[in-house]
């Protein structure tokens, strides 16, 4: 099964712009592994940000975008708030089947 | 608007069969095109896909679950199910149902313990 990676924790400042990368074991990410990436806070079920590379649901904040980038899947977040402090999960599909990424611990600092 | 809410055993035994329902509400579980999944999740870690069902009955499983998960739906209840068997204490996770394809819609996830 293949193996999908993210950075454990990354921190950011308030206003400021940071970018999640997810990448798979088995090679370059491609639109093809319909990258999801997922906002999850303490306590909460996990919300779907981004789906199929950088489609956002209706309640997506403008300032979340996805993209392919050096071969992973990008998530990136220009402008952060303090309530954008949580986990990020991205998840690839490869042939039907889904692996999640470990996780990213996002601090606003 | 589209509610997903588990329900099952918060506590099962070693060897036993976990089994959870998820409920739909706001829209049926047999139109559209869409895929119903399950997704778990252990204490302070993170989230391990399950597997997923299609309308048309079709199905995708986590490799590594195969030969021990069961997912199908009943279109009468509006309800899709999961069925693990021979848990170990591993199984134990918060559970989720979400409506696949892209996820829009999750329940508020269930705690299943596997302890003796």
């Known amino acids: 099964q293949a193996v999908v990676t993210q950075e454990p924790s990354l921190t950011v400042s308030p206003g400021g712009t940071v970018t999640l990368t997810c990448g798979s074991s088995t090679g370059a990410v491609t639109s093809g592994h319909w990258p999801y990436w997922f906002q999850q806070k303490p306590g909460q079920a996990p919300k779907t940000l981004i789906y199929?590379?950088?489609n956002k649901h209706s309640w997506t904040p403008a300032r979340f975008s996805g993209s392919l980038l050096g071969g992973k899947a990008a998530l990136t977040l220009s402008g952060a708030q303090p309530e954008d402090e949580a986990d990020y999960y991205c998840l690839l599909s490869y042939s039907g089947a889904r692996v999640f990424g470990g996780g990213t611990k996002l601090t606003v600092l | 608007q589209v509610q997903l809410q588990e329900a099952g055993p918060g506590l099962v035994k070693p060897s036993q069969t976990l089994s959870l329902t998820c409920t739909v509400s706001g829209g049926s579980i047999s139109s559209g095109n869409y895929y119903w999944s399950w997704i778990r999740q252990p204490a302070e870690k993170g989230l391990e896909w399950i597997g997923r069902m299609y309308t048309s009955g079709s199905t995708n499983y986590n490799p590594s679950l195969k030969s021990r998960v069961t997912i199908s739906l009943d279109a009468s209840k509006n309800q899709f199910s999961l069925k693990l068997s021979s848990v170990t204490a591993a199984d134990t996770a918060v559970y989720y149902c979400a409506r696949d394809t892209h996820l829009d819609y999750w329940g508020q996830g269930t705690l299943v313990t596997v302890s003796s």
């Open positions: 199929d590379t950088s």
